[in-house]
């Protein structure tokens, strides 16, 4: 039987805690990737992953993600979904981001107060139920938006 060694036991506690560390940052700059290149709609584990290393708000690229909700996915449950997904999302980002999205019709910069940024809001009861609005930060002009269900 081989004696208890307390100087591999540091070593092995420290080399965890480096792998974790290592393996968050890198899940980190994933969630900021995908987000940045889908921030219309980033995937759940996203969104989460920002959540736990950094908290909200925060900035990925020239977006600002405000507030974030994930729904946890009901299987068998009808009209619910069976995935995890975001549920509601506010982000602040440039006009010319949302003129990119086939679904919004956005002008470059405000009309009532030349901005050239929106708040993007999103909510939605899985596939019930659900809103977008894009309004100007500075003067609330809505820029466009949608409701259903």
């Known amino acids: 039987m081989t004696p208890h060694n307390r100087d591999h036991d540091r070593r092995t ?3 965890t805690a480096n792998a974790y560390a290592v393996d968050l940052a890198h899940d980190l700059e994933h969630a900021r990737d995908v987000i940045g290149t889908y921030p219309l709609g980033p995937p759940a584990d996203a969104i989460e992953t920002l959540r736990q290393t950094v908290g909200l708000p925060a900035t990925v ?3 600002l993600v405000l507030e974030a909700d994930v729904a946890r996915g009901r299987p068998r449950h009808g009209a619910l979904r069976s995935d995890d997904h975001v549920s509601s999302l506010t982000l602040r980002l440039p006009l010319e981001t949302l003129a990119e999205s086939d ?3 956005v ?3 405000c009309p009532e107060c030349g901005h050239d940024r929106a708040t993007y809001d ?3 009861q899985h596939h019930i139920a ?3 609005a894009v309004t100007c930060p500075v ?3 809505e820029h466009d938006g949608d ?3």
């Open 61 to 63: 690229g020239d977006v």
């Open 130 to 132: 659900g809103m977008v």
């Open 13 to 15: 506690a420290r080399e």
């Open 139 to 141: 003067c609330d002009h």
């Open 147 to 149: 409701t259903w269900g």
């Open 107 to 109: 002008p470059d910069r």
């Open 122 to 124: 999103y909510a939605a």
């Open 103 to 105: 679904s919004l019709d």
